[in-house]
């Protein structure tokens, strides 16, 4: 059974710094690209940013750009999002989510995690 | 990267069909069929529902089918059920490597 387990969130003041990391099981980590998706509360979803299976290619929506770095460690079959300047619109629950097929992108998630809140105030 | 475009609720009752609309640009939903539908209900993760315009999961009921007309996709859902009331969300690949979601759409099952 795919399990995907994020952590890392809680409160940050404007301008902080927190990584968030996915500890996944249950299928060959390595083969599969990984996304980051977030909701705020009581909105929508909304992609953040990719990660290839080979790990180097890594893609960011523009609202993140700069800002936020997607890693993996393929040997601790873990997924990584260091954020910094964080603002109060970067609010939200963070999920990781599994591509559905193995080495390529086709830009759907067959699972997700339960997410992990993050807020940002002063 | 603008987000698509749902109705903010739709209704229906049990045994009912509904259909969600899901419209982009021709730019994403228009040009790729990397369209996809996702359920969440309350406090919950969202779940894969429809990928690549009309295919379905395995595990998901056939109730659920979705088409695409130009910039606009849609997801129709039949015989509707209780457990169906959710929210609905659509994505597409919008090039550059990114993608879009929609705003999403509450499902009321009167």
């Known amino acids: 059974e795919v399990q995907l387990l994020e952590s890392g969130g809680g409160l940050v003041q404007p301008g902080g710094s927190l990584r968030l990391s996915c500890a996944a099981s249950?299928?060959?980590?390595?083969?599969?690209?990984m996304s980051w998706v977030r909701q705020a509360p009581g909105k929508g979803l909304e992609w953040v940013s990719v990660i290839y299976a080979g790990g180097p290619a890594t893609y960011y929506a523009d609202s993140v750009k700069g800002r936020f770095t997607i890693s993996r460690d393929n040997s601790k079959n873990t997924l990584y999002l260091q954020m910094s300047s964080l603002r109060v619109e970067d609010t939200a629950v963070y999920y990781c989510a599994k591509e559905a097929e193995q080495l390529l992108v086709r830009w759907f998630f067959d699972s997700w995690g339960q997410g992990t809140l993050v807020t940002v105030s002063s | 990267q603008s987000a698509l475009t749902q109705p903010r609720s739709v209704s229906g009752s049990p045994g009912q069909s509904v259909t969600i609309s899901c419209t982009g640009t021709s730019s994403d939903v228009g040009y790729y069929n990397s369209v996809s539908w996702y359920e969440q209900h309350p406090g919950k993760a969202p779940k894969l529902m429809i990928y690549d315009v009309t295919k379905r999961p395995s595990g998901v009921p056939d109730r659920f089918s979705g088409s695409k007309s130009g910039n606009t996709a849609s997801l129709t859902i039949s015989g509707l059920q209780a457990e169906d009331e959710a929210d609905y969300y659509c994505?597409?690949?919008?090039?550059?490597?990114?993608?879009?979601f929609g705003g999403g759409t509450k499902l009321t099952v009167l």
């Open positions: 249950g299928f060959t980590f390595r083969s599969y690209a």
């Open positions: 994505s597409s690949y919008a090039g550059s490597y990114t993608l879009v």
